[in-house]
């Protein structure tokens, strides 16, 4: 089947429209390289477009909700529902988005901070699928909380804005590296080797201090102290810093969720910017482009939703990913805020939703071309994506979506002028990915894996195309509009 670049049919006020929403999705990705961070300034823009929170609704005395009503529902600060009630009762289903907020990253360990031949260092843990050599000699930024003991809590966002340090992961020069590169990829770098050096600049220790009155002697209460700081002269002195600049303990680090990216903002790419080069663009695009299309979407019959999920890159575990029973239960509680909730109701809503599960796929490399078949590969610049199985190998854990759903989507995209493809993820025997569609496909949902192409997925620089994006958008608003 012939494919056909989408720039090539774009008028001029088409481009326009391109390019406003890429520099918003650009923005997008600069204030949301976390999960806490992506629900944040996603509530900023659902609160300024009318949006209310569910939890103000339940409170308020015989709150209720009609047709019309916005509401969103945040987790744990780290995943996010939206609703938009529609003109038909929920009992009839609604029309639902779902992608993941979390990205392949370094996370920092409870017990991190060491000093190891003059410099210091936070020790991590990868989160993810990611090449680990990736990751080394890179500018790196520390996003994050730090949850205190006396309930407060400090946000971290450093090495991001212009003077700030960054932070980085060493590697072997290559005069001495002649037995690492030996090794396989998997090898070269180890896992435990993923440490950032956050410091290398002592500070001085041993000035003796008069106690004050009823105070033991610095030799009696400090000698032991003292030989330690001396001993770990620089972490001491990273120590130091973090107690004067945001108050944090030591100790602190045990009640942290600090993860660590790629330093900078997102970028144009190629000498005709046709490109957005970002980290987390898996699966930021698609969160990206669902909940703004379902702000843009006209007024619709069905009720719309957009599920914005945690965990997915680990499995959509925990209380925050998609395993868990949060959009269930936030469902149930919409649902009686509608008079229609009962057990029945609920699963007769679920049971008759249709969802894309909003997730990227694989672009076509050329200079990987073996690990691709070129008739079921996505294209950069080839439009919205649309995976009808995915999973490994002998499609083992995949939603293998209804063909008559398919043809559904095809109908209604096609009629809306909206440029797509289908796509596997790569050959067959080479491995395989998984998305959250299965696990809203356990409820009898019509569901399909429907994203953009991306290329060096899971790298800590990803790349699609602008017009991927933007028909991505457009896709997702027809979809909102139209399925039923």
């Known amino acids: 089947m012939e494919r056909k670049n989408v720039w090539l049919g774009y008028q001029e006020d088409q481009l326009a429209r391109l390019e406003t929403l890429n520099r918003e999705y650009m923005d997008f990705l600069d204030n949301g390289k976390t999960e806490r961070e992506c629900v944040g300034t ?28 916005k509401v969103y529902r945040v987790w744990m600060d780290k995943t996010i529902v939206i609703f938009r009630i529609g003109k038909k009762t929920l009992t009839d289903g609604m029309n639902v988005l779902g992608a993941h907020i979390d990205s392949p990253r370094l996370d920092i360990k409870q017990d991190p901070l060491y000093e190891e031949g003059g410099f210091a260092y936070l020790d991590t843990h990868y989160y993810g699928g990611v090449k680990k050599y990736q990751w080394v000699t890179i500018p790196l930024a520390i996003h994050g909380v730090v949850a205190k003991k006396d309930g407060s809590t400090v946000e971290l966002r450093v090495g991001e804005e212009a003077g700030e ?19 396989k990829a998997s090898k070269v770098i180890e896992g435990e080797a993923l440490d950032i050096i956050v410091g290398s600049r002592p500070i001085q220790v041993g000035k003796k201090e008069q106690p004050s009155a009823g105070e033991a002697s610095s030799e009696e ?29 030591e100790e602190d680090f045990l009640s942290a969720e600090l993860e660590v990216v790629p330093a900078g903002g997102a970028r144009e790419a190629g000498f005709d910017r046709s490109m957005v080069l970002a980290y987390g663009q898996d699966d930021r695009v698609c969160a990206f482009t669902s909940f703004k299309a379902l702000l843009d979407a006209g007024e619709t019959d069905r009720t719309l939703c957009c599920i914005l999920s945690d965990k997915e890159e680990v499995g959509s575990v925990g209380a925050t990913g998609m395993h868990s029973r949060f959009f ?73 979506a209804n063909a008559e759903y398919l043809a559904q989507l095809r109908n209604i995209l096609e009629q809306g002028g909206i440029r797509f493809q289908t796509a596997e993820l790569g050959k067959v025997d080479l491995g395989g990915g998984g998305t959250i569609a299965y696990i809203l496909a356990h409820y009898g949902m019509n569901v399909i894996d429907s994203g953009v192409a991306v290329l060096n ?12 994006v933007y028909e991505a958008y457009r896709g997702y608003q027809v979809f909102l509009e139209k399925a039923c």
Request: proline share 2%; charged share 30%.
């Open 328 to 400: 269930e239960n936030t469902v149930a509680e919409v649902m009686n805020l509608c008079g229609e909730y009962s057990e029945l109701n609920l699963r007769r809503c679920l049971s008759r939703c249709h969802m894309l599960s909003s997730d990227v796929s694989s672009a076509y490399d050329p200079s990987f071309a073996d690990c691709f078949d070129k008739k079921n590969v996505a294209y950069l610049g080839g439009g919205m994506v649309f995976n009808k199985f995915g999973g490994a190998r002998g499609k083992s854990g995949s939603n293998d």
């Open 457 to 468: 997925m899971h790298a800590p620089w990803e790349a699609t195309s602008k017009a991927d």
């Open 42 to 69: 996603i509530v900023e823009t659902l609160e300024a477009s009318g949006y209310r929170e569910l939890e103000r609704v339940l409170a308020e005395e015989g709150g209720r909700l009609k047709t019309g009503d």
């Open 165 to 183: 340090p960054v932070f980085f992961i060493s590697d072997l020069l290559i005069h001495l590296a002649q037995e690492q590169m030996e090794k």
């Open 221 to 249: 209460k400090g000698e032991d102290a003292e030989k330690k700081a001396a001993k770990e002269a620089v972490k001491t002195g990273i120590l130091n810093i973090l107690k004067e600049t945001y108050g944090i303990q």
